[in-house]
């Protein structure tokens, strides 16, 4: 009897792990619970990645803040100033400012996590953790970022209203943390999918910096969307289609009360989010079993 107890409390002992490590995964398989357990991990990440990034400049994290108004300005001077694109009441470094703000942290979401597997290579093949932790700790690095970006432009926003501007956010605005996670969930997803391609096709790294460089001008990020429809009707739907340009549009409309608004456009947008995330995280799973066998 003694013996039967003892070999119970062995299983029940051995049934009680911490952590389980498998071979065998769901493809699309999220585990809050273990990156919960990993928390300090993933924070001592976004502090790496914060610190990091500017330690050795002059400027540091000033360029956060150049980098938005720098953009501004040239997208003033070139498209409003000598295209004369028209961008109605607003102000055009305000309205190009909103339009880059929001612009940025997706291209920060999307940039930071599509070289994941081969810049953390080294660390991914000699300790376990959950891998999703590091397309995550750069969507967060890239919130931060994004935090003191949208600081700015609430600055600049709330001067220009001091000396009569007449605008004001509108009832949409409390839409804005559903407009954030829509961003997060684009660029984490596509970023994804281009770390886990790069692993066999390396060339991709370069086509990354070569599409976003366009994408932002097929984004009405430099221009309303209104301008589209008027001067090229029937290229308009390759821009109207385009789910970071019901982002963009959004997002002003939202704070400047300026621009194209559809209920259909922002369904159409988050469910579209979601299915890019989620096939992104299925390509990233299953690279995840052998990537380092290619990388």
Sequence with gaps: MSNVKELG???????????????KRSLIDLNFKEIWNY????????????????????????????????TALTFTLVFNNIANIPTGAIPPFLFNLTGITAWNYFNQCFTGTSNTFRSNAGIFGKVYFPRVIMPLSSVITSLFKFGI?????????VYLVFNGLEISPNSNLILFPIYVLMMALLGL???????????????????????TSLLVYFSAVPYPLSEVSKKMP????????NPLTQIIEGFRYMILDTGIFSWQGFIYTFILSIFIFLLGLLIFNRTEKNFIDTV
Aim: aromatic fraction near 14%; charged fraction near 15%.
């Design 149 to 157: 970006q949208l600081g700015i432009l609430i600055v600049i926003y």
């Design 39 to 70: 928390r300090d991990l993933l924070i001592l990440f976004v502090k790496r990645n914060i610190i990091t990034v500017y330690k050795q400049t002059i400027l540091g994290p000033l360029w956060y803040l150049i980098q938005p108004l720098f």
């Design 189 to 211: 997803g596509l970023g994804m999918t281009i770390s886990a391609l790069t692993t066999k096709y390396r060339d991709l790294n370069v086509l990354v910096g070569f599409a």
């Design 234 to 241: 029937d290229w308009a739907w390759l821009v109207k289609y």
């Design 9 to 23: 409390l062995v299983e029940k002992e051995n049934n009680d792990w911490l952590y389980e490590i498998s071979p």
